[in-house]
């Protein structure tokens, strides 16, 4: 089975998150798991992506780390993600070496352009509908994927408010990857290893 899915974290991890987590990723069509927790103290990251780490190796995902490239390599991650606001590329490149360095462009060509030129492994492009992890994202529409395919040779991965009956068409419009977070974790009708299993 192709995986197409980048899931993110629930923005609270909770004690039993890890079992569901291991239900979710034994569905193998994860491709990367990113830990993005905003609100909480660095050592507290540190130790819960540490156990998220034992997981994701056993299922043979890549984790990323969000926002924070010292996490990324304290933990020996699999790569880092980076926001506009954060960290810059080029200093966590050489920080970071080889490892995975994927960055939010948001709707506009010019950033992609500019992450292409500090030697990115993804982009991410959206948001493109409202979505509970970033209510006050930038909007996004699907000609930036239409357009990345065509002019960009990095994989492509569309986030925001992507659930099952949409899904299909950031796939069909050129993105590789679909970023998943809310209609996993958070889904008021379906357990997380149920709702994984609509991504095929």
Not at 100 to 116: E, Y
Not at 130 to 135: A, E, G, N, Q, Y
């Amino acid at each position: 089975m192709k995986k197409l899915v980048y899931l993110i974290s629930p923005e609270k991890v909770h004690g039993y998150f890890y079992d569901d987590l291991k239900k979710v990723l034994s569905n193998k069509n994860v491709k990367f798991f990113q830990l993005r927790l905003k609100r909480i103290k660095k050592n507290k990251i540190i130790k819960i992506a540490k156990e998220i780490k034992k997981i994701t190796k056993k299922y043979k995902v890549k984790l990323i780390i969000n926002d924070h490239p010292n996490i990324t390599k304290i933990i020996g991650a699999d790569g880092c993600h980076l926001g506009q606001n954060d960290a810059s590329v080029v200093n966590a490149r050489k920080y970071l070496k080889k490892k995975i360095i994927g960055v939010t462009c948001h709707n506009s060509r010019s950033l992609a352009k500019i992450a292409v030129q500090n030697k990115v492994d993804y982009l991410a492009f959206g948001s493109f509908y409202k979505s509970k992890l970033k209510p006050d994202a930038k909007k996004a529409n699907l000609n930036i994927l239409k357009w990345a395919k065509r002019n960009i040779k990095k994989p492509i991965i569309a986030i925001g408010g992507i659930n099952n009956s949409n899904y299909k068409k950031f796939i069909k419009s050129g993105a590789k990857y679909i970023a998943i977070s809310s209609y996993i974790w958070d889904n008021p009708k379906l357990k997380p290893e149920i709702a994984i299993k609509e991504f095929k």
